[in-house]
């Protein structure tokens, strides 16, 4: 039989040592002491416990950073599959959400609008890989931001995304307000209307799709009420008022391939549908019609999803698309809702929790 002893110092040896560590320690730099071990430092209790070796404290103003120096940097989000934390699952959608800067759009009467623009850029993630540069998203559309924007324009945006971030899916929408003068009903008076609008370019298993949201709000005048206010008029002489109320429409449509749909051609659709929108301009005589119109066009919700379709429908340069319908009750103490859709796109059997809060429109 063998028996190995282990070599461990007496208590005396180890005292030593300490000792003498504590002696080296009190004539060393910090410098030394941190290369060694930094717990080296907890020895000399009146002196500052020091991790790392002095570093600068001033900012390096003539340092540059060149191709050499940046190679050295570390990059954890393409780093190996090993520090993948989680399931290894693919994403769907990874990226940038709600960063802006001014661009331009062309306009129907070929003028051109800059506008502050929110835009969200993501791509997808194999299961395999780390992660994502994001800030590649925001440099791949700036290579782009300077030109007047479009879908094409946009879809080179997206084919660097692609090969920067070697990606099989990308998606890129910018959200913008559009402003456009609106003539009063009947005062001649003009005022700017801005409305809510969402561009969206993707690529999903190499097919790509160009698809407008817009946000529509209109005036609603419950078709109920509005009979129910007449007869309390002609059977007792009672002086009644329907209810109506602000309401909002999300309009989304694919728009089909090399075809042009124009801002204001949805808006137009908007308005033949429903003619009761918002009013920015307004004079008594202006407030009698739009009281007028109210009157001439009661719609329930379900109405008006099926006046927005209507219209779409009957345009060629309109694929799928969906109508999101909100009618803000001045009655109830809930809203009146209702959802549309037309195509494959848009077909869908969950409904975010929060879809309708984000139809409020406060003005």
Not at 181 to 204: C, M, T
Request: hydrophobic letters at 35%.
């Amino acid at each position: 039989m063998n028996i190995h002893y282990r070599d461990t110092p007496s208590r005396d040896e180890a005292k030593d040592a300490l000792a003498r560590l504590r002696a080296w320690a009190e004539t060393a730099s910090p410098t030394e002491i941190a290369e060694l071990d930094p717990a080296v430092a907890r020895l000399l209790p009146e002196r500052e416990v020091g991790n790392y070796p002095e570093l600068s404290r001033d900012y390096p103003e003539e340092f540059e950073a060149d191709d050499a120096y940046r190679a050295t940097l570390p990059d954890l989000q393409n780093g190996p599959t090993s520090l993948i934390r989680g399931a290894r699952q693919t994403i769907q959608h990874v990226g940038i959400s709600n960063f802006r800067l001014p661009i331009s759009y062309h306009t129907r009467d070929n003028g051109d609008l800059t506008l502050e623009t929110s835009v969200t850029g993501t791509v997808s993630l194999e299961a395999g890989k780390k992660g994502i540069n994001m800030s590649r998203i925001m440099r791949s559309f700036y290579r782009h931001a300077e030109k007047t924007f479009s879908f094409e324009v946009m879809e080179a945006a997206l084919a660097d995304y692609i090969t920067d971030l070697d990606s099989i899916d990308a998606r890129l929408q910018m959200r913008f307000s559009y402003p456009m003068k609106i003539e009063s009903l009947r005062s001649g008076l003009e005022g700017y209307q801005y409305y809510d609008i969402a561009l969206e370019k993707i690529q999903i298993g190499g097919r790509r799709q160009k698809i407008m949201h817009l946000d529509y709000v209109y005036s609603s005048t419950c078709p109920c009420s509005l009979e129910l206010a007449e007869h309390a008029r002609q059977t007792r002489g009672q002086l009644a008022t329907p209810h109506s109320q602000r309401s909002v429409a999300r309009i989304s449509v694919v728009v089909h391939p090399g075809r042009i749909l124009w801002f204001e051609d949805l808006i137009d659709m908007a308005r033949a549908a429903v003619p009761t929108e918002t009013q920015v301009m307004v004079k008594r005589e202006d407030e009698q019609a739009f009281a007028e119109l109210n009157a001439a066009n009661p719609i329930f919700v379900e109405d008006a999803a099926r006046l927005f379709c209507e219209q779409l429908l009957a345009d060629s340069r309109v694929g799928d698309f969906r109508v999101v319908a909100s009618h803000q009750e001045s009655l109830h103490s809930h809203d009146a809702v209702s959802i549309l859709t037309e195509g494959d796109t848009f077909d869908a059997g969950s409904i975010d929790p929060k879809m309708f809060t984000t139809l409020f429109h406060t003005g």
